[in-house]
C-alpha cells in the first residue's frame, strides 16, 4: 500500500510538470522580420485587384484609407515576412498579421496574393513556419519602424504578441 501511495504521488508530481511546462511553452516567438519592396506599378494586377475591391467595399484586408486615390506608381507593395517559433506542445491555429498604421499606409492583407487573404495558417507544437503581411504604402514614404500585432488560438484561447520592424 505503501509502494502504491509513492508510485501515486510521482505521478501526480510528473502529470503536473508536464502541465506547468505546455502552459508556460504556449506562445508564439517571433524569430525574425524582413521586408521586401516592390514598387506598385510591377504588381499592377495586385494594385487593381485591391482597387476594385476597395471601391465595391469588398477587400478582405484591412483598408486604412477611404479609397485608393491614384495609379499603381503612386504606391509601394511592402512584403513582411516573419519567421515564428512554435515551442510548445499545441500547435498555434488561426494565426495572422495585422499592421499597425503608419503615415502614407493604405491598407494591409495578409498573405502574399492578395485576391486570396484569408488563408487560415497554422503554426504545429515545436515547429516553425512563415507568415506573411503585405502593406500598400505610398511610394514617397521611406522604410520606418514598423509594428506588427500577431494573434492566435492555443486551446482556444486567443493570444496575441507584437514585432517590430527595424
Known amino acids: 500500500m505503501k509502494y502504491a501511495a509513492i508510485f501515486m504521488a510521482v505521478l501526480v508530481v510528473l502529470a503536473l510538470g508536464v502541465g506547468v511546462y505546455a502552459l508556460a511553452n504556449a506562445h508564439l516567438v517571433v ?21 476594385t475591391a476597395m471601391d465595391q467595399n469588398a477587400l478582405l484586408g484591412t483598408p486604412f484609407v477611404e479609397e485608393l486615390d491614384g495609379s499603381s506608381m503612386d504606391y509601394d507593395f511592402r512584403t513582411y515576412t516573419f519567421r515564428l517559433r512554435n515551442p510548445g ?3 498555434a491555429e488561426m494565426v495572422e498579421v ?12 495578409a498573405t502574399l496574393d492578395a485576391r486570396q487573404v484569408n488563408a487560415d495558417r497554422q503554426i504545429p507544437a515545436h515547429s516553425e513556419g512563415d507568415l506573411w503581411c503585405v502593406v500598400l504604402t505610398s511610394a514617397q514614404q521611406p522604410s520606418v519602424p514598423r509594428d506588427f500585432r500577431i494573434t492566435y488560438y492555443m486551446w482556444g484561447m486567443q493570444k496575441s504578441v507584437t514585432a517590430t520592424y527595424r
Do not use: K, N, Y
Not at 524569430?31 to 482597387?51: C, I, K, Y
Not at 495585422?98 to 492583407?109: E, R, T
Open 31 to 51: 524569430v525574425s522580420v524582413t521586408e521586401e519592396v516592390t514598387p506598385g506599378f510591377e504588381r499592377q494586377e495586385d494594385f487593381t485587384a485591391l482597387q
Open 89 to 91: 506542445m499545441i500547435g
Open 98 to 109: 495585422q499592421a499597425v498604421p503608419g503615415s502614407g499606409d493604405a491598407l494591409c492583407f
